[in-house]
C-alpha cells in the first residue's frame, strides 16, 4: 500500500516547496523510515541549484514503519539513524576500510550527487507521477524515506531524536575528522578555524581525544563562546581584513611555545581560507580541510615547510555501523553534547525560516521536527 507523504522538494532553480509524494512499497532490501527529525546543513540548501527535482534533506532519524521481504536486522518500530554514505562493503574501497568512499554506492565518489545502487529503487518515490531521487541517496526532510537497509544504523538510546537527527552528516564529519583522520592524540594542541556545527564537533572530537590545548577561531563572539562550552580552551576573534588569517596564526604560536598546533582543521568553508590552516601548524603538523571546498585556490608552499600533512576526508571518514554507535554511547555518557548543540526546531513549513537562520550564522544547528 502506498503512502502519502508530505516532502520538502527541490525544484532545481534554486527553490524548494512543499507538496505530497507517494512512497510505493519496499523492496526486498528497502525501508520506509517515518521521519522524526531532520538536521540541516549548508549542502541542503546548495542542493536548491542541482539543476533537477529532488527530495531535500541528508541528515535524519525516525521509526521504521514497513521492511523488505530480506530485511533481517531491522522490524518495524526500530529507532534508527540514517546515514547517507552507504557502503556496499565490496569495492576496493570498502575492503580497505573506507566505507566513507565506496566505489559503487557513494552519492559523492560514485555517482554525483545522482542515483547509484545505494539509493533505494527510483520508482519509489513519485511526484506527480514521475519518479523523483532523493539527495544523497535518502531525503530526510520528508515525512517518510524509502532507503536501503545499509542506510540505517539502529538507535538503541533514549536520545532525543533531534539529536539523533544530526549525527547523521555534521556531528560524524566534525567528530571523525578528528579522531578518524587526525588522529588527534592526548596532550597535543589544536585550533579550529571556524565554530558552526562541523566546527564544534571538530571541537568535541579533540576534547573526547584528550587535546590538552583547543584553540577556536571564528569572526562571531558569540560563536566563540559557544566554543568554550563544548570544549574550547582558548578562542580568537579574527579579524574579517586577516587575509589568510596570518595575524591569528601569530596568536596560534603565542600560544603553542612558538611553533604552531599539532593539528589545524579549516570549517568555515571559504575558499580563501583552505591555506589557512597549513600557517597555524607546526613543523610535521597535520592540516585537515574539513569543510569541503571544492574551487582552485592559491596556495603559497612556502606553508608546507616543514614536513607538513594536509588532508581533505570526506564524512569523517565514517563506518557507519561502528562510529554511530560509538557517537551514541559518548552521548548517553554524557561526554559528547549533542542537545546543547540544536538552537531551534522547525516545523517543515518554516523550512524557509530555517534555512534563512543557517544562512544568517543564527544556529549552531537547526532541525525540522515531525509529529
Known amino acids: ?109 560514485a555517482g554525483g550527487n545522482g542515483f547509484t545502487p545505494g539509493h533505494a529503487h527510483l520508482e519509489g518515490s513519485k511526484w506527480n507521477n514521475q519518479p523523483i531521487e532523493r539527495s544523497f541517496n535518502i531525503g530526510t526532510l520528508a515525512e517518510y524515506a524509502l532507503v536501503k537497509e545499509s542506510a540505517c544504523v539502529k538507535l538503541e538510546s533514549k536520545m532525543p531524536m533531534p539529536s539523533a537527527s544530526i549525527i547523521s552528516c555534521g556531528v560524524m564529519t566534525g567528530y571523525g575528522s578528528a579522531v578518524n583522520t587526525a588522529k588527534v592524540t592526548a596532550g597535543s594542541s589544536a585550533v579550529i578555524l571556524g565554530t558552526g556545527g562541523v566546527g564544534l564537533n571538530v571541537i568535541q572530537g579533540a576534547r573526547i581525544s584528550g587535546a590538552a590545548k583547543i584553540i577556536a577561531i571564528d569572526i562571531n563572539a558569540e560563536r566563540l563562546e559557544m566554543a568554550k562550552q563544548f570544549g574550547a580552551t582558548h578562542t580568537i576573534l579574527a579579524d574579517k581584513n586577516d587575509v589568510g588569517l596570518m595575524k591569528a596564526s601569530e596568536e596560534v604560536k603565542k600560544l603553542t611555545e612558538g611553533r604552531g598546533a599539532d593539528y589545524a582543521f579549516e570549517c568555515t568553508a571559504i575558499p580563501a581560507l583552505g591555506a589557512a590552516p597549513l600557517a597555524m601548524i607546526r613543523n610535521a603538523g597535520t592540516a585537515v580541510q574539513v569543510s569541503g571546498i571544492e ?73 525540522i521536527v515531525f509529529d
Not at 44 to 73: C, F, M, R, Y
Not at 315 to 334: A, E, H, S, T, W
Open 295 to 367: 574551487e582552485t585556490i592559491s596556495i603559497d608552499m612556502n606553508l608546507f615547510e616543514w614536513d607538513k600533512i594536509y588532508i581533505n576526508p570526506l564524512y569523517g571518514k565514517c563506518r557507519p555501523q561502528i562510529d554511530f554507535p560509538k557517537l551514541v554511547n559518548l552521548y548517553d555518557k554524557g561526554d559528547l553534547l549533542l542537545d546543547e548543540m540544536i538552537t531551534r526546531t522547525y516545523p517543515l513549513e518554516d523550512l524557509q525560516q530555517a534555512f534563512d537562520d543557517m544562512l544568517a550564522g543564527k544556529n549552531a544547528k537547526g532541525v
Open 1 to 109: 500500500m502506498s503512502i502519502q507523504s508530505k516532502s520538502a522538494i527541490a525544484t532545481g532553480d534554486g527553490n524548494f516547496i512543499i507538496d505530497t509524494i507517494t512512497i510505493a512499497d519496499p523492496k526486498s532490501d528497502e525501508i520506509i523510515v517515518k521521519i522524526k527529525a531532520a538536521g540541516l546543513c549548508h549542502t541542503d540548501h546548495d542542493s536548491l541549484t542541482w539543476g533537477k527535482p529532488i527530495i531535500l534533506g541528508h541528515e535524519g532519524a525516525g521509526i521504521i514503519a514497513e521492511i523488505g521481504a530480506d530485511v533481517t536486522n531491522f522490524k518495524v518500530g526500530d529507532k534508527v539513524i540514517l546515514n547517507w554514505a552507504t557502503p556496499c562493503m565490496k569495492c576496493f574501497q570498502c575492503q580497505e576500510g573506507n566505507q566513507h568512499i565506496c566505489e559503487n554506492n557513494s552519492p559523492v565518489t
